[in-house]
T-cell receptor, first 109, second 118 residues
Framework: QKEVEQDPGPLSVPEGAIVSLNCTYS??????FMWYRQYSRKGPELLMY??SSGNKEDGRFTAQVDKSSKYISLFIRDSQPSDSATYLC?????????WGAGTKLIIKP | GAVVSQHPSWVICKSGTSVKIECRSL??????MFWYRQFPKQSLMLMAT?????????EQGVEKDKFLINHASLTLSTLTVTSAHPEDSSFYIC??????????????FGSGTRLTVV
C-alpha cells in the first residue's frame, strides 16, 4: 500500500463546476499537507498548505484536512479552463515530501 | 516570493555524453535542494537530497556515480547526468527549501528540464 493514494483521473468537468480532488494517506505522522498544481512540462507550483484539521480558503480554492480519517481534499469553485492541470497532493514528516500520483483535471469550456 | 531558476528547460544530447542541469535560488538561500525526476503521467520521484556544503543523500536505486549532484553554495545546485543513455530521458525538477525553514513548508520548484537522450 502506498503511503499516499490519489486517483490519477483524468477528471473532466464543465467550466463553472465545483471540483473536488482528494488524497488519502496511511502515515499518521504526517504534519503538513500541501496541494500543488503542475502544468504540462512545468515544475509544480504550491497552491495551498495546511497543518491542522479543518478548512483553509484562498480565493476559489479550499483545502480540507481530516486527520482522523487521514483524508485531504482540495475544492475549486467556479472552475476555469485555465485550472486544467495536474494537481498533486503532498505531505511531509521529517522534512521530506511524500507525493500523491497527481490527478489530471480538465475543465471544458 | 521565492523563485528557483532552472536551466536548461530542455536539452537533447547524444548517448554517452554528459549533461549538466543548474538550479539557482534567486532571492533566498537554499540550504536544502531536492532533485526529482518525473516520467510521463507519473508523480515526482525523489532522486536525492543535498545540503549546502555536504554530500548528497541518494534514494535507494539511484546511482550516485551517474547522477552527480553538487550544492557548493546556498544559491546554486547542479545535477550532472553522466554518460547519458536513452533510458535517462525524463523530466528533471529541482526543489529548494530556504534557510529559515519556511513555516509553511513551501518547497519552491524550478520549472524543470526535459532531457532527451538520442
Amino acid at each position: 500500500q502506498k503511503e499516499v493514494e490519489q486517483d490519477p483521473g483524468p477528471l473532466s468537468v464543465p467550466e463553472g463546476a465545483i471540483v473536488s480532488l482528494n488524497c488519502t494517506y496511511s502515515n499518521s505522522a504526517f504534519q503538513y499537507f500541501m496541494w500543488y498544481r503542475q502544468y504540462s512540462r512545468k515544475g509544480p507550483e504550491l497552491l495551498m498548505y495546511t497543518y491542522s484539521s479543518g478548512n483553509k480558503e484562498d480565493g476559489r480554492f479550499t483545502a480540507q484536512v481530516d486527520k482522523s480519517s487521514k483524508y485531504i481534499s482540495l475544492f475549486i469553485r467556479d472552475s476555469q479552463p485555465s485550472d486544467s492541470a495536474t494537481y498533486l497532493c503532498a505531505m511531509t514528516s521529517n522534512y521530506q515530501l511524500i507525493w500523491g500520483a497527481g490527478t489530471k483535471l480538465i475543465i471544458k469550456p | 516570493g521565492a523563485v528557483v531558476s532552472q536551466h536548461p528547460s530542455w536539452v537533447i544530447c547524444k548517448s554517452g555524453t554528459s549533461v549538466k542541469i543548474e538550479c539557482r535560488s534567486l532571492d533566498f538561500q537554499a540550504t536544502t535542494m531536492f532533485w526529482y525526476r518525473q516520467f510521463p503521467k507519473q508523480s515526482l520521484m525523489l532522486m536525492a537530497t543535498s545540503n549546502e556544503g555536504s554530500k548528497a543523500t541518494y534514494e535507494q536505486g539511484v546511482e550516485k556515480d551517474k547522477f552527480l549532484i553538487n550544492h557548493a553554495s546556498l544559491t546554486l545546485s547542479t545535477l550532472t547526468v553522466t554518460s547519458a543513455h536513452p533510458e535517462d530521458s525524463s523530466f528533471y525538477i529541482c526543489s529548494a527549501r530556504a534557510r529559515t525553514g519556511l513555516a509553511n513548508y513551501g518547497y519552491t520548484f524550478g520549472s524543470g528540464t526535459r532531457l532527451t537522450v538520442v
